[in-house]
């Protein structure tokens, strides 16, 4: 299932939602398809059902309790790239999960097999500062193009973050205000979300320094 939109903040969008690569699902897809196989040629051999073609079908059971569960792990992890944070959720009824603010990534690496090449897998390996440090996502789908997608976002939001900073000292700054007046006034806008906490600390330093 998508993301859902109400868990994102205020003119924060989604670039990239996405799933598991359906390489995760191959083991329990391959266990049915030989449960399958295993069962039909225990009938015809035997003639019928016995023994061990009921135990064969108490496998092939199994097998597909074991591709639904993890069909619907498959369907309820997330992946998510916004345009101010890296998400990954996943869980059915009890959720867990990471959010990784874009600035605070440090470095983006991927590795793939050859398999996972060619069938276009990987895992994403994400350096971040604080207490969060490395994370590692498999399974992840064209994990090249998403480590170029995050560095593009990256990029954009450190742009838009010096532009906001830029029209932040030009409002604080105008006019001839006195420290206590533009230190109100950058209360202000932290109040209307202009600016968010660590940009407020960070000009209020400048401002007493």
Same mark, same amino acid.
Do not use: C
């Given at each position: 299932?998508?993301?859902?939109?109400?868990?994102?903040?205020?003119?924060?969008?989604?670039?990239?939602?996405?799933?598991?690569?359906?390489?995760?699902?191959?083991?329990?897809?391959? #266990?049915?398809? $030989? =449960? &399958?196989? %295993?069962? @039909?040629?225990?009938?015809? /051999?035997?003639?019928?059902? +016995?023994?061990? !073609? #009921?135990?064969? $079908? =108490? &496998?092939? %059971?199994? @097998?597909?309790?074991?591709? /639904?569960?993890?069909?619907? +792990?498959?369907? !309820?992890?997330?992946?998510?790239?916004?345009?101010?944070?890296?998400?990954?959720?996943?869980?059915?009824?009890?959720?867990?999960?990471?959010?990784?603010?874009?600035?605070?990534?440090?470095?983006?690496?991927?590795?793939?097999?050859?398999?996972?090449?060619?069938?276009?897998?990987?895992?994403?390996?994400?350096?971040?500062?604080?207490?969060?440090?490395?994370?590692?996502?498999?399974?992840?789908?064209?994990?090249?193009?998403?480590?170029?997608?995050?560095?593009?976002?990256?990029?954009?939001?450190?742009?838009?973050?010096?532009?906001?900073?830029?029209?932040?000292?030009?409002?604080?700054?105008?006019?001839?205000?006195?420290?206590?007046?533009?230190?109100?006034?950058?209360?202000?806008?932290?109040?209307?979300?202009?600016?968010?906490?660590?940009?407020?600390?960070?000009?209020?330093?400048?401002?007493?320094?």
């Amino acid at each position: 299932m998508p993301f859902p939109p109400d868990l994102l903040n205020d003119s924060e969008e989604i670039v990239l939602d996405l799933r598991p690569h359906w390489i995760k699902l191959f083991s329990a897809m391959l #266990f049915v398809v $030989l =449960a &399958i196989a %295993a069962t @039909a040629a225990s009938t015809v /051999l035997e003639g019928g059902f +016995r023994v061990v !073609t #009921f135990a064969l $079908l =108490a &496998i092939l %059971a199994l @097998a597909v309790i074991l591709l /639904l569960v993890r069909y619907v +792990r498959w369907t !309820t992890t997330n992946f998510v790239v916004t345009t101010e944070r890296l998400i990954h959720r996943e869980g059915v009824i009890a959720k867990k999960g990471i959010e990784i603010p874009l600035d605070r990534v440090q470095t983006i690496r991927f590795n793939q097999t050859v398999l996972e090449r060619m069938l276009g897998a990987g895992d994403l390996m994400i350096e971040s500062a604080g207490e969060t440090g490395q994370n590692t996502f498999t399974d992840i789908r064209k994990p090249n193009m998403v480590q170029q997608v995050i560095y593009r976002e990256i990029e954009a939001y450190e742009n838009r973050r010096a532009d906001r900073m830029a029209g932040v000292r030009a409002t604080v700054g105008s006019a001839g205000l006195s420290v206590a007046e533009q230190l109100e006034k950058l209360h202000q806008l932290l109040q209307q979300g202009a600016i968010n906490p660590a940009e407020y600390e960070a000009q209020k330093a400048r401002l007493l320094a």
